[in-house]
């Protein structure tokens, strides 16, 4: 009998203390989960943008560290602000990321392949186009926290500022021109518009608009298909632009093309298409478990271009190198980060908090979908990075403060003093 109650008292003593340490993790100023997920990415990071370069002698690895200690501290920075402070502030620096990206179109700006993307600061470059999709968001975000949300017509006037203010950093993107930071801007207005239960019959009439747009695009790559089968297009690059009914470069129409119907643009696949094709053969050679780590063949020896391997195609070199185990296993790590991200937007103590973790985890998600399956041939080639992957100094610099967001909205759920 005493040792049955002293194996009761233990029990009981045991149940009490996980308790107690299950609410204190519940009331914890901290979120563990996405700093562990973004420490383990940019360690993956590190790991193959070495082998990406390695071949070449490339030195961009050293140089993404450097990125990393600058993103933890902006990171740490960000999420240890009430981000009430963004809400009240939010016209400030929605205006000010407009200017940056207007600066584009001065001597500070840079203009490479064809693409005006980048801002001479001096001591480094900078891609404005980053900063203004989280001042966007966090505009939108403040619109719709100070917005009643009602009936049609109090909808309509939301709806009206809030379109308002995605208009011009879209516009400005687009004539730089960068197609795939714009897709981005689109999946993150209509998940704010949905989180704060706009009328449906807008999302209905979308729907349909955005049918008709698809069709719309879909006759355009139909005629710019058969130009290209009349013509050669390499003597008349850039006459079918002066005849399309959609503003589209036709490097742009080359790259759904590509997509489409890559016999019809590159019937060789040692144009247009021998990214993709190169892509595909490296990580269908990965196999299961990869070839190892710096034992890839396809950015070694120069099949997959140094100009992409290390960037927008990193999860070709990780692919070949750890497989589809590997693979599995980073796009479970995005899963992961993505899921706690929307799981923190339900804790929020606000309408703006929720928005802004929903916002945030929805770029992540598209940007993940879109590069990932652009690597696998499900989606076209637009040039959209891998968050915390990929090399590049102002989208590492711009995942930081946004994931930053999201932990000062974990750690300010509570009115914490």
Sequence with gaps: MNL??????????F???????????????SDWISPICILILSCFSLAFIYSAQNYSGGKQWP?????????TGLYLAVSLINYKIYLENAHMLYIFSIILV???WTPLGIKVHGCLRWVNLGISHIQPSEGAKIATLIMAASILERSKIGNIRESFKVLLKVIGVFTPPIILIFLQPDLGSCLVFTPMLFSLLYASKLSMRFFVTVFILFILLMGLVVYDIVGYKEFIQKNNVSATRGSYETQALLPLK?????RLLGFAAPEVLDPKGIGKSWNLRQSLISIGSGGLFGKGHNNGTQAKLGYLPQSVAHNDFIFSVLGEEI???GGSLVILIYGILIGNGIRIATLARDRFGMLLALGVSVVLMVHVFVNIGMTIGLMPITGIPLPFLSYGGSFILSCCVSQGLIQSVYRFRRNFT
């Design 4 to 13: 049955w109650k002293s194996n009761e008292f233990l029990s009981h003593t």
């Design 15 to 29: 149940l009490a203390r996980l308790q107690l340490l299950m609410r204190k993790a519940g009331h914890s100023r």
């Design 63 to 71: 140089i993404q560290i450097g990125w990393i200690i600058m993103g």
């Design 102 to 104: 207007l600066l584009l």
């Design 250 to 254: 036709d490097y742009q129409r080359d």
């Design 323 to 325: 497989g589809f185990v």
